[in-house]
């Protein structure tokens, strides 16, 4: 399924062009480049704005206001617009104007996003200086040699023409020329002949200069023509016409690429942004959405309670995704994957304060509410879950601060109302390192024995050593990881690294992502061996999108939150759970490092590795 947002690309050449297809070309790129990052393949359409054509007067292939009512009737409702033109005419900005306007008030429920073209970014001067720099490379001359002239067309407002001067001015700096000047084609004040004329002069009173003449267009414009036409007539009489070079328009340049590309993340962070202020404001107004469930082939059906036999044909392996609005959907879910046991082990990830990164009580008390067995959440003690007030050796002295730990601990509990919301469902927490220490482990060759008779090797033998007797002696109840949904590889299967009692474990890191990867699936082979293993990552309050200018910071990096999104992945396995939230959020299993140990170590079905995971559901956590 498609996504409900379309991007328009909107240029001054029309479609019968070839630098329309030129333009075409790059938007593939551009596609391309922004699914990396964004998780989900954007809408790109290219729309073309004339210069001097009054736009709603006349019907013109792939004009802006066509593309527009076309994409509406697809299906769009939200359209991002990013004129890549690079001097507005007036006439240009007034039909751009009247196009959204008319379109807001012909369509209800159509949102229009758009952004200025700023001639100053970095990018697009660079992208000016690089062409520059191609053309002067064969020329012999000094920069005092050499003058900048920047030839615009000036049919703009004053404003405009102004950002013309500071465009100039940015390049003429990082070319270092002699001199630096505007030209204007379509306005008098300077007018292209006049600094012509002006270079004249300067020849004559021998300080001879060749000017680069750079025009403010992305693609070849008519007023190019018009200035090379009017160069020819100011030398016209003279023999050698070396006075003036003009370098080529940017074309299918990658710095234009990447500048495009900016705008386009600069916008979506922003709509989010707004989307999220939204959803805060009227989240308790809003009526309940129907839940829904997320099948193989990209289609979704209402989850309903008594389609429990519909849930079978919409499973990915063993695995399920759905969205959950209300408990009865959630539990059916929950009951569907075997969750049934007396006593139900999860382990949450209480890893710190950062704000949505943790299970929250939100997403506990959703839970604990559809659970019919007793919880038992489990976690070890971390060296990040404190206030940091006091300093010691987390390596060697962390049991001699024990009162300390466990009274952060308890404070953690209570200042994120994670301990009300235990208390409310009779929840009992256990905590791994406490039964470390105190000697209440299962002996190791127990656990390597029932590892043996299984036929499972460990990387890491020595994890078969943290094993918590309480835990054995509740073999085979359910276990669950219940994890959230922050990035690719922070799922479910890493959460079980938590499973390791000692406080401070960064040796079981590694070196790399790899090393990390390898502890990992071996904690999951170990507790595979004592418990039905199931996997529930959730967005039931928040979920996380890593951003390195994002609102948020934790020890991992800025991020930003998305609520009440309800999305939740389910499985009996860990694996499969996990490649799915990963694909889910965008990321491309066969590219990563974390998920080439998974799938060597557990069978991950290829309609899983390649789920078709709709785009509009890629979107939400984008």
Known sequence: MATPHTFLIVIDQPSSSPNWENAQSMLEDLSLSCRQILGFQPDFRLAYLPVDLPLMLHQIPNSLDEVIEEEINNGKNVFFIFPAILEFSILQKEDFSQIISTARKQFSGIEFYYDDVDLSHPLLVQAFVGQAQKCLSPIQLSPDQLGLLLVASGHGNATDRAESYRLMRLIWEQLGLAAGEVAFIRHDKPFLADQLQKSLSLEKSNRSLLWVAISQAWWPAQHQDYAKAIYRDAFSKKEDRSTCIFVDSLGPNPLVLSWLQKRI?????????????????????????????????????????????????????????????????????????????????????????????????????????????????????????????????????????????????????????????????????????????????????????????????????????????????????????????????????????????????????????????????????????????????????????????G???????????????????????????DVLASQIQGQSIEKSAFFDVVRSNFNIPPQVLRASIPDDLKAKFA
């Open 551 to 577: 609102l948020y910071r934790s020890r991992w990096g800025n991020y930003d939150l998305i609520d009440s999104l309800n999305i939740v992945c389910m499985s009996q396995s860990l694996a499969i759970g």
């Open 265 to 549: 993340l600069h916008l979506w962070k922003g709509f989010r942004q707004q989307q999220h202020r939204q959803r805060s404001a009227k989240y308790k107004q809003l009526p309940r959405k129907n839940s829904l469930l997320y099948g193989p082939d990209g289609h979704t059906t209402p989850l309903k309670v008594d389609n429990s036999l519909k849930i079978q044909n919409y499973m990915l392996g063993n695995g399920l995704v759905a969205e959950v609005n209300g408990q009865p959907a959630f539990a059916l879910l929950t009951d569907f994957i075997g969750i049934k046991s007396k006593k139900v082990f999860i382990k949450v990830t209480w890893h710190g304060y950062a704000t949505g990164t943790y299970t929250d009580p939100v997403a506990l008390d959703k839970f604990l509410s559809i659970l019919s067995g007793k919880a038992i959440l489990l976690e070890s003690y971390t060296s990040s879950r404190n206030d940091g007030t006091k300093e010691f050796d987390w390596t060697t002295e962390c049991k001699q601060h024990r009162d300390w730990i466990r009274q952060q601990d308890s404070a953690f509990l209570a200042k994120t109302g994670l301990s009300e919301v235990i208390k409310k469902h009779k929840a009992h927490y256990v905590n791994l390192t406490e039964l470390f220490w105190d000697g209440q482990c299962t002996p190791q060759p127990i656990i390597d024995d029932l590892l043996s008779s299984q036929n499972i090797k460990l990387t890491h033998p020595e994890l078969s050593q943290f094993i918590p007797r309480v835990l054995y002696d509740n073999r085979g109840a359910d276990f669950i990881s219940f994890a959230r949904f922050k990035g690719p590889t922070r799922l479910s299967i890493a959460n079980m690294f938590g499973l390791i009692p000692i406080p401070f474990r960064s040796k079981w890191h590694g070196s790399n992502i790899t090393d990390f990867a390898v502890v990992c699936c071996d904690l999951v082979k170990i507790y595979g061996c004592l418990f039905n293993l199931h996997t529930i990552i959730e967005s039931l309050n928040y979920a996380v999108r890593w951003d390195r200018n």
